[in-house]
Each structure stands twice: as C-alpha cells, then as structure tokens.
C-alpha cells in the first residue's frame, strides 16, 4: 500500500512538475527544427559498413529488453517482433519476457540462429516490492519463484552461471532501491520506457500530440530523446566506488501503452528498435551469417554474450543517427611490463577498448561522427570535452572513464547548438600499474 501510494505520489509529481515542461520548452521546442541530421557520408553504408570495424571485430545492434504476448505481458507474437526488428534493421533481439526461460526451450533461438536478426533469449525477474533484474546468459531449465528477496535473486542468477543487471533502475513505477546488495554486473544505464514515463505527460502532450500527427511515432521518440540523468548518475556512483559495472541500452517495448484505463499499441516494437539499441563490439566475429550453416549455431549469441560480459558496448538513441562510435586506449610508450597484459585485449600492449583496463598514463581517444560534440566523464565528474567528433586525453587518474557523445545542429564560436544526447560508452577501467 506504501509503496503503492509512493507511486501515485511519484507520477503525480511528474505530471504535474515542471520538468516535462520546460525541458519540451528549452530543449526541443527550440531546437528540434536546428537539429541536422548526419550528412549522408557519416551514415553507415549497409550491413557490412555497420559491422567493419577495421582490426576484425564487428559492431551488431541489438534491442535488448523486449516482451512478446506469448509469454508474458507484450502485444505482439515472437514472430511479430522479430519481423519489426528486420524492418528496423537491427542484427539482433535479446528477449527477456517476465520469470520465464521457456522461449528458449520452445527452440526460437536456434529457429533464428544464422539470420538476421537472430534471437536471444534472456529473463526478467520480478524481485520484492515490484523491482526488476535482467538475468542474461541464463541456461534453458532455469527457474525463479518471482517475488523474492534482490540478492537472492541475484545470488541464484550467478549461481547458475547467467549475469544480473539492474532493470530499469530509476523508473518512476519500478524503482530499484536494492544498491547495496551484490555481485550485480550491472544496469541499464538508459532505458526508453523510463524515459518516456518521465517525459510524456499532460503539459508535454500539448505539443507532442500534434508533433505525432504531423510527423509521426518515431518523430515523437526522437524528441524525447533525453539525457538519462537519474540512470547514468546511478551508474556513476557504481563507477565511483571502484565497481565494474556494465551500462545497457534497453526499450522495455511491450508495444503498449495504457493511457487511462485503456491499452494503445504505442510505441510500435519497430519504433522503439529504431530508437534506441545497444551497440555491441564482438571480438570473435559471428558474421557472415549463413542460415544453412549449422557449426555457427549459437556461435552468434556466444560473442554477444562475451562481449556484453566484457561490456565491450555502448548505447546509442539511434533514431538519431546510426554511426559508429569508438572509444580506445593506448597504453604510454614506456609502460610498465604489466600494464601490457592489462585487459582482455591487452596481449602485447595492443590499444584496450572501451569495458577493457588501461594503464594509468594511457592516452583515451574517442572518435565519432564530426558533427558530434563528445564529453569525457570519470565517474561522473566532468573531465573534458571536444567538439567535431575528436576527443583525446591522457588518463592521469584511475578510474572509470566513460563517453558521452551529443550530436551537434550548428556550432558558433564556443557555442553548441541544438546538441541532443546520442551515445553514451561502456567505460575504461584506468588502473595504477603498482
Ligand atoms: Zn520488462
């Protein structure tokens, strides 16, 4: 009832406070019209434009966090789902329908494995007091009683092997409050139905409805494309304690919305797959893909599970632009013979990439599109930033350094205008070489 009544005073707030107005006034109001889009040349040109990263791994996009009504609360069949993820383009669907692995007993892993997109699927257990845990790498006969207590939950998660990651963290209906339990890999550090909660809501409506009208759903999702304050400030504070944590970019698409009593098939699973996906870099490339050959069976979803493990990954509001965003380090030229080994990639001294260890000392370079503003954070506090998509910087802290990358509508002197938040980085872990 307490929790209950918390909610009701939490979504009255929002609704009634300021913020859905004056963001839609100062930020996108103004400055949607400026907002430009990529020049056609930054775009990425197809399939393998998208996945070519030049030192052999690949860059895939995944919607993570999705529901199907076959077995739990979404609108749409398995098939439905993964046909909007075609036509989002997206190479990947991580399911994670509520306390439940039976989508992977049924076989629709391997009825997908060697296409694209292919299927993964994962599990969302509810836990005490209503709150939520993505549990991924999971085996098939894993079975939770929901309702428990988090670390329990948590516990039985690792126990089987699978990885714990905080869902929706500072969601308005399903907060988590369980920050101090252990052993969770991590979060996700932005996710679209919370910041939909946050920012669709009676004052914004009054320009949002038209805003639909006129240019449709994803146009809409586009506007409220917003910096996950309350996640990424969650994250930070992980980061801030010495903790690897991995940050995720999830829908939670259910493709329902439920506006008074009644349920809207808003956002469409397609929508939200164009809006906001997880751009996951595999070191042992899972492509091309063949359907008939059956040795890469599972292959696929092996390398996205190491490189999420790894948090080989950074998220993006891809509605925004679909480019690539690199984040690396190298180590300095004298680094102490340990420093070398650093990482998972780091044999021989070869640059880490972001979610890796890096020597303190190593230079941070990140590089986007040149119409990106980027701002190097270690964690949380501000360190620099750099316009034109061109970021570099000698790491002469520990800590967990991370990027975050707007995309820019114009640039007058030192001013940036109509920037909007786009990617957001898995960090480096800059480590003293004693
Ligand atoms: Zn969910």
Request: hydrophobic share 40%; aromatic share 8%; proline share 7%.
């Given at each position: 009832?307490?929790?209950?009544?918390?909610?009701?005073?939490?979504?009255?707030?929002?609704?009634?406070?300021?913020r859905?107005?004056w963001?839609?006034?100062?930020?996108?109001?103004?400055w949607?019209?400026?907002?430009?889009?990529?020049?056609?040349?930054?775009?990425?040109?197809?399939?393998e434009?998208?996945?070519?990263?030049?030192?052999?791994?690949?860059?895939?996009?995944?919607?993570?966090?999705?529901?199907?009504?076959?077995?739990?609360?979404g609108?749409?069949?398995?098939?439905?789902?993964?046909?909007?993820?075609k036509?989002?383009?997206?190479?990947?669907?991580?399911?994670?329908?509520?306390?439940?692995m039976?989508p992977?007993?049924?076989g629709?892993?391997?009825?997908?494995a060697?296409?694209?997109?292919?299927?993964?699927?994962?599990?969302?257990?509810?836990?005490?007091g209503?709150?939520?845990?993505?549990?991924?790498d999971?085996p098939?006969?894993?079975?939770?009683?929901?309702?428990?207590?988090?670390?329990?939950?948590?516990?039985?998660?690792?126990?089987?092997?699978?990885?714990?990651?905080v869902?929706?963290?500072?969601?308005?209906?399903?907060?988590?409050?369980?920050?101090?339990?252990?052993?969770?890999?991590?979060?996700?550090?932005?996710n679209?139905s919370?910041?939909?909660?946050?920012?669709?809501n009676l004052?914004?409506l009054?320009w949002?409805?038209?805003?639909?009208?006129l240019?449709?759903?994803?146009?809409?999702?586009?506007?409220?494309?917003t910096?996950?304050?309350?996640?990424?400030?969650?994250?930070?504070?992980?980061?801030?304690?010495?903790?690897?944590?991995?940050?995720?970019?999830?829908?939670?698409?259910?493709?329902?919305?439920?506006?008074?009593?009644?349920?809207?098939?808003?956002?469409?699973?397609?929508?939200?797959?164009?809006?906001?996906?997880t751009?996951?870099?595999?070191?042992?490339?899972?492509?091309?893909?063949?359907?008939?050959?059956?040795?890469?069976?599972g292959?696929?979803i092996?390398?996205?599970?190491?490189?999420?493990?790894?948090?080989?990954c950074?998220?993006?509001?891809d509605?925004?632009?679909e480019?690539?965003?690199d984040?690396?380090?190298?180590?300095?030229?004298?680094?102490?013979p340990?420093?070398?080994?650093?990482?998972e990639?780091?044999?021989g001294?070869?640059?880490?990439?972001l979610?890796?260890?890096?020597?303190?000392?190593?230079?941070?370079?990140a590089t986007?599109?040149?119409?990106?503003?980027l701002?190097?954070?270690?964690?949380?506090?501000?360190?620099?930033?750099?316009?034109?998509?061109?970021?570099?910087?000698?790491?002469?802290?520990?800590?967990?350094?991370?990027?975050?990358?707007?995309?820019?509508?114009?640039?007058?002197?030192?001013?940036?205008v109509?920037?909007?938040?786009?990617?957001?980085?898995n960090?480096?872990?800059?480590?003293?070489l004693?």
């Amino acid at each position: 009832m307490a929790s209950s009544l918390r909610t009701k005073f939490r979504i009255a707030t929002t609704v009634l406070g300021a913020r859905g107005f004056w963001d839609a006034l100062a930020g996108r109001v103004l400055w949607q019209p400026v907002l430009n889009p990529l020049p056609s040349e930054e775009r990425a040109t197809g399939e393998e434009g998208r996945r070519s990263r030049g030192d052999g791994s690949q860059r895939l996009r995944g919607a993570l966090h999705v529901h199907t009504c076959t077995y739990s609360d979404g609108a749409g069949t398995i098939e439905e789902v993964m046909d909007a993820a075609k036509a989002a383009g997206v190479d990947f669907v991580l399911l994670t329908d509520h306390n439940t692995m039976r989508p992977k007993t049924d076989g629709l892993e391997e009825r997908y494995a060697g296409q694209t997109p292919f299927l993964i699927v994962g599990d969302e257990i509810t836990v005490k007091g209503g709150a939520f845990l993505l549990a991924l790498d999971m085996p098939a006969d894993f079975e939770f009683a929901p309702g428990q207590d988090p670390q329990v939950a948590i516990d039985a998660i690792l126990a089987a092997g699978g990885l714990p990651l905080v869902s929706l963290p500072d969601d308005m209906k399903h907060p988590w409050d369980a920050w101090d339990a252990t052993g969770c890999a991590g979060l996700e550090a932005l996710n679209l139905s919370t910041v939909a909660r946050e920012h669709i809501n009676l004052l914004s409506l009054a320009w949002l409805l038209p805003l639909w009208k006129l240019k449709g759903e994803l146009a809409v999702l586009r506007a409220i494309c917003t910096r996950p304050d309350a996640s990424l400030a969650s994250w930070d504070r992980l980061l801030a304690q010495g903790k690897k944590q991995i940050g995720l970019g999830a829908l939670d698409a259910h493709a329902l919305m439920k506006i008074g009593k009644k349920k809207h098939p808003i956002p469409s699973y397609e929508n939200s797959f164009r809006a906001v996906t997880t751009h996951v870099l595999t070191l042992s490339p899972p492509f091309p893909l063949s359907p008939d050959n059956g040795k890469r069976e599972g292959e696929q979803i092996r390398a996205v599970h190491e490189a999420i493990r790894a948090g080989h990954c950074y998220f993006a509001y891809d509605c925004l632009g679909e480019i690539g965003l690199d984040f690396s380090a190298s180590p300095p030229p004298l680094s102490h013979p340990k420093g070398l080994l650093l990482g998972e990639r780091g044999k021989g001294g070869e640059r880490a990439i972001l979610g890796d260890d890096a020597p303190l000392g190593s230079t941070l370079t990140a590089t986007g599109p040149k119409t990106a503003l980027l701002r190097l954070y270690r964690a949380g506090e501000g360190i620099v930033a750099a316009g034109k998509g061109s970021l570099s910087y000698v790491a002469d802290k520990p800590g967990a350094y991370r990027i975050e990358a707007y995309l820019v509508g114009a640039q007058r002197g030192p001013l940036f205008v109509g920037a909007r938040p786009w990617a957001f980085t898995n960090p480096i872990y800059v480590i003293p070489l004693s």
